[in-house]
């Protein structure tokens, strides 16, 4: 007996920083939204403790050890249970690896709600977002999906209303990004500066709540996109690539390296996606739609 979870990447539609907390986070405004680019991750019982392995055209850069954040998820559900983490995890990783769409985060959210239902844990809800936080700030909401503000370090959530459907095109650069090396050079940046606390930004609400792609483009944001471009120059050359192509708004996904493309229907981002894809500016390019469910275990 196996169970399988299929959970969401994301992309932050406003990513609004303050100031480096004495912790070390920073205090977001974070308004994510699940897209259509999904992991698998499967848990199938095991003898002889945890296994974890993966498939997929990044999954050479994947670590399989006990730093993963699915092996993560099932030791801490099962220290929680006083049970051993006898489990094998197998992540199908359609996701990009560092590349600011919260991959990591969806596998950890995934094996946590695939090992749950493994092993009958009959964990609540609340339990299950509280491990999710001790995870990592994105893993709360790659549970959820949909939309959500997240404020805190990100993992503090109330979900959003989405009023239609958002098409994007993502393009995936050929490196990767670390996303303290990302916050870190933000702070470089703005040394000196008195930071305003991050709020949500009430048009990038409406524009969701009313599904209207023209007005949330003009209401996207994301704080982090100078450091990214700042450790990422070339990055600037595939959101004019977006851009000329006709996307109603062109960003740096989260801490990127991925850009994202916001697109008026299904066809105008099929057709920025090929001009992306003939640009020469990127590795591969995806289409996606918002918002995508949560985890959700599979049939
Ligand atoms: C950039 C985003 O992806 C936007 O959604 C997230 O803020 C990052 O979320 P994540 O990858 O789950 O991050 P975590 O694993 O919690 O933290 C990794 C590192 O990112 C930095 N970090 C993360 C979140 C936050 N609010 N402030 C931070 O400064 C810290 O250096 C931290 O050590
Ligand atoms: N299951 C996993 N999948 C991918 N990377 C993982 C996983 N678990 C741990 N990692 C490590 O985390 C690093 C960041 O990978 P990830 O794909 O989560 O980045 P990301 O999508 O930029 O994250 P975020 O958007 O949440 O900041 C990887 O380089 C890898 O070393």
Redesign the pocket.
Known sequence: MSVTVRVPAKV?VQ?AVGAARPD???D?A?V?LAVSLYDEVTATPAADGLRVTCEGPDAGQVPLDRTNLAARAAEALAARYGRAPDVHLHIAKDIPVAG?M?GG?ADGAGALLACDALWGTGASREELLEICAGL????PFSLVGGAALGTG??ERLAELEVGGDFHWVFALAARGLS??AV?REFDRLGEGLDLPEPVADQAVLDALAKGDAAALAVAVTND?QPAALSLFPELSDTLAAGRAAGALAALVS??GPTTAFLATDARSASDIAGVLRASGTCRDVRTAVGAAAGATVLD
């Open positions: 932050n990513l070390g986070f920073h977001l974070n994510f600011g919260a985060s990592g700030s994105d893993v370090r990100g996303t303290p916050f982090l989260g801490s």
